[in-house]
């Protein structure tokens, strides 16, 4: 199913393996922290047998962690290359943030309502992220940021619910990664939305976390449909650039 990398790809470093619940959870953890963190790289194919090797495992609990992340979409399987990191495009984005819209603020509501945020857990990644942007560390801002809003959202009773948000933090600090950081000069506002959600939601009101949460995420998608419309208005023009005029067409 799967074949040997690159030289670049042998030399794949995973973080040691911690505690979990089963071997297979603790292998996908590892490749997760590998990927989000930016050590392994957007197409790098991910071979069982290496994988195996680095951490000390069987095969068969990276097969499962394979399917396990392939499920939750950071990894992709392709027909001649075997499994490998996915790699987002502008509009993977766009639809990972549409999805956070509907479902995040409606999660960050319901933890106001009940009072189960643990703030200080919430503010603790808050702060780490504060210094990241003063080191102008991508990873772990990017890291960072994940860990805040899952904090916001984790404690809601829907299990289904922060799952599926799990899944799409992951992929937003995939996104951040490797698509978005040049393009995305925004964080510093970002972290001061940031502090009044999680006001909201400390202080027990739902409507407002849900609002403010919204209002974040929506800037998000307003942001990144302008680049999507910049970035296509560009390669038009460029195309029109390489294309003969009608005059000197029939010049011709």
């Keep these: 199913m799967t074949q040997d990398v690159s030289p670049a790809a042998t030399a794949l470093s995973l973080p040691p393996l911690g505690r979990s619940t089963t071997r297979s959870d603790l292998v996908a953890v590892s490749i997760k922290t590998a990927i989000l963190s930016g050590r392994l790289k957007p197409d790098e194919v991910l071979v069982e047998r290496r994988i195996a090797e680095l951490l000390g495992v069987s095969k068969t609990p990276v097969r499962e962690a394979l399917i396990s992340l392939t499920s939750s979409g950071l990894l992709t399987s392709t027909r001649n290359r075997g499994i490998a990191v996915r790699r987002l495009e502008a509009e993977d984005v766009l639809r ?16 106001a309502q009940a009072g189960t945020v643990d703030a200080a857990e919430a503010r603790r990644a808050l702060e780490e ?6 080191a102008d560390d991508h990873v772990g801002l990017s890291l960072a940021n994940r860990d805040f809003h899952r904090r916001v959202y984790s404690t809601c009773e829907n299990s289904l619910v922060v799952a599926k948000l799990d899944d799409l933090q992951d992929l937003t600090a995939l996104a951040a990664v490797s698509l978005l950081w040049e393009q995305w000069p925004t964080w510093r506002p970002e972290m001061e939305e940031h502090y009044e959600i999680l006001d909201a939601v400390r202080h027990r009101q739902p409507r407002e976390a849900a609002r403010l949460l919204r ?7 307003t942001r990144l449909t302008e680049q999507m ?21 029939v010049d011709r």
């Design 229 to 249: 419309r910049e970035a296509k208005r560009v390669s038009r023009e460029q195309g029109w650039q390489g294309q003969p005029s009608p005059v000197s067409a």
């Design 129 to 134: 992220a504060r210094r990241f942007i003063e």
């Design 96 to 111: 990972i943030y549409e999805m956070r819209v509907l479902l995040e603020p409606w999660a960050a509501a319901q933890v």
């Design 215 to 221: 209002r974040h995420i929506e800037s998000s998608i």
